[in-house]
């Protein structure tokens, strides 16, 4: 579960002045259907019983949890876990409808744009809504790691004049983002479940994980990511955001992928800042005379979202000859 010290982020005074009017009028809103749970609406004994008078009997954790700690516990929780828990009761769903629970979940989803900026795509293009901004808006999800496999072909020793054997090689590219901008990066031809505990910022270079930074415009996603060495290379990657389902934002479609010499200024600024140094570049553009700008367009395939608690059960962990049926192209 994430603390509450994961959702500080800092709100301009008008905007959370009028964030809190709203919060108000949310509790205070006068809403009769809400009297008849559990008051008005009392089941009684079958017909014909010895006893027909009516009875209550709400859920045994309405009896033990007051109102203001269940709202804690929500407010403690991933926005995903809060759609499940809406599930349970009506009283919980309704209660998980709360805009600031959503409110939490997009500041941090895109804090990378900024409160302001913000505030004003809620306020144009969602209805001021933030449950309906945080399914409609196309956003990296980020408790989880994208994986894309790749296959290529590669020829043999030819023992035998009359065959000429061939080998399928098969790798992964990992990606897991960072609502702060940054991203980490590998290439390798582990499963996920032996990649998942190499991805986090205590890893090392040996270890083949690369930081870099990305930005997201609607649904497209600039990211970058500087192969340090005797030959410092970037990785330019352009993608665009999409789901399977409404909300979902579980695929993500590879555009384009490049590499690029750089100079050795450029290869010596933070690893979070390479994307501002090559943003502007062309495509066929390098500023290493040893490292030209190459393009693979070969056997790109979309990025697949995998939860961390799906880590261990996915399906890049079979075999190369079983994922074919399983993993969508």
């Not at 209550?56 to 009896?63: D, G, K, P, R």
């Not at 809406?86 to 500041?107: D, E, G, Q």
């Not at 940054?182 to 998942?196: G, H, P, T, W």
Request: aromatic fraction near 12%; include cysteine.
């Amino acid at each position: 579960m994430a603390s509450r010290s994961d959702f500080a982020l800092s709100v301009p005074s008008e905007l959370e002045s009028v964030l809190r009017l709203r919060t108000v009028d949310y509790f205070i809103t006068r809403r009769p259907w809400l009297d008849l749970y559990g008051i008005n609406v009392r089941p009684v004994a079958p017909f014909g019983s010895a006893s027909r008078k009516p009875y209550v009997e709400s859920a045994l954790i309405h009896q033990c949890l007051p109102d203001e700690l269940l709202f804690e516990v929500f407010a403690r929780m991933t926005p995903y876990d809060l759609g499940k828990a809406s599930c349970v009761c009506r009283k919980w769903r309704y209660t998980i409808r709360n805009p600031v629970f959503w409110r939490i979940a997009c500041l941090k989803a895109w804090q990378v744009s900024g409160v302001v900026e913000n505030y004003r795509i809620l306020q144009s293009k969602y209805d001021g809504s933030w449950r309906k901004m945080w399914l409609s808006r196309p956003r990296l999800r980020t408790d989880g790691i994208y994986v894309s496999r790749n296959t290529y072909i590669r020829a043999g020793v030819a023992e035998w004049k009359v065959t000429n054997p061939v080998h399928l090689v098969c790798y992964f590219r990992y990606m897991r983002f960072f609502p702060s901008g940054r991203f980490l990066y590998k290439n390798s031809s582990q499963k996920i479940k032996d990649v998942v505990k190499f991805m986090n910022f205590r890893s090392s270079k040996v270890d083949a994980v690369f930081g870099g930074h990305y930005t997201l415009s609607d649904d497209k996603v600039e990211a970058a990511v500087l192969y340090p060495g005797m030959r410092p290379t970037v990785l330019r990657i352009r993608l665009r955001v999409r789901g399977t389902t409404a909300g979902a934002n579980n695929r993500m479609d590879l555009i384009s992928l490049v590499t690029s010499g750089v100079n050795s200024s450029e290869a010596s600024v933070p690893e979070e800042d390479i994307l501002g140094v090559v943003e502007g570049w062309q495509d066929d553009e390098t500023h290493n005379p040893d490292v030209p700008a190459v393009s693979h367009k070969r056997g790109m395939t979309p990025f697949v979202f995998v939860p961390f608690d799906q880590v261990e059960t996915s399906v890049f962990n079979l075999p190369v000859e079983k994922m074919d049926y399983y993993v969508p192209g």
